[in-house]
């Protein structure tokens, strides 16, 4: 028994840089027609210099897989300017917004100030009006600076609507969504320019898995995971096939050391074992038929990229999860056993 998917598209992975994105890409690349690539590198890729540099370095990277193509991001920060947007017109199909210091390298982020007040900081302003100028997507972390961890997402909301108001052809995506709320909000708003990502690590957590028994940091990040009627809300969009939620895998590695320590960083590295858990779950939730829908068609269709002609093949036939890749990074489930194997 098998299944044929067409080429997944990967609308929000973390790929690194250097020794690490050397070593990642192997799993995105051989399963994806398409990936958007993270800006929070360290420094950040905030102009136009900066994308094209870590472009070269991401498509050296990718050579082995000439079916992946690359999209380039950049980072918003207080300091980024309409000319700076404009000037990465054509190199970058979208602009990432991380409220300061809710993530990984999200120190140089847009504010709590800004998010209340964004009408009284005319450069944030003009900067997202030559986005939506420019055609560029604005993608969202949805979290609100110094809300209670379980109430952030629900808090941005109002710095959503202030947007989608503000800015009418400006298309944004809220990213990795995780509460049930989310899903609901996406509904009653009812605009197709306005779309949300979805991990598979969120479609399989709860908070149990993260802190419910002994602490568990390979499951830790951000937005946190949340209640079991928050997995089944986004379980039900997910598999729904309605075109504004998509695959966002957020596949974040961080070596050992940083997630087994005192302060550990948040980040499911989740690519090795990407199409294979996503095929389980769609298969438990009788919704193998709205698989392609969700991982391949979805989300190209909203970013205006073709749809792939190329498929790879999962088997049923089970495998188990290796507790570590590249000697230091830990995958999600390891050691686990998954019933499908993509080889
Ligand atoms: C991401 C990372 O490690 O870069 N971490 C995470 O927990 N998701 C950043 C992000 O997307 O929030
Ligand atoms: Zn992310």
Known sequence: MHVDLPLMSDMHVHLRQ?????????WTGSCCSHCLVMPNTVPSVATAA??????????????????????????????????????MRGLTVA????????????????SRKILERPHDYPNFMDALGAMEQAGMVLCLHGEMPDEFCMDREVQFYEFVRWVLLQYPKLRVVLEHITDYRSVRFMRVWGDERFTATITAHHLRLTLDDVVGDKLNPHN?????????????????????????FFLGSDSAPHPISDKECAAGCAGVFSAPVLPELLTTIFEEQGALPHLEAFTSVNGNRFYGLPQPTETIRLERESWQVPDLCNSNVVPFLA???LPWRFS
């Open 18 to 26: 250097g020794v690490m994105l050397r070593n990642v890409a192997q």
């Open 50 to 87: 900066d994308v094209a540099s870590y472009r070269t370095e991401v498509v050296e990277a990718f050579k082995h897989y000439p079916h992946c193509k690359p999209l380039m991001t950049f980072k918003l920060s207080p300091s980024t300017t309409a000319d700076k947007v404009m000037a």
């Open 95 to 110: 602009g990432k917004l991380y409220p300061e210091g809710v993530t990984t390298n999200s120190g140089d982020g847009i």
């Open 220 to 244: 830790f990040c951000k937005p946190v995971a949340k209640h079991p009627a928050d997995r089944t809300a986004l379980l039900e969009a997910a598999t729904s096939g309605d075109p504004r």
């Open 335 to 337: 050691d686990q056993t």
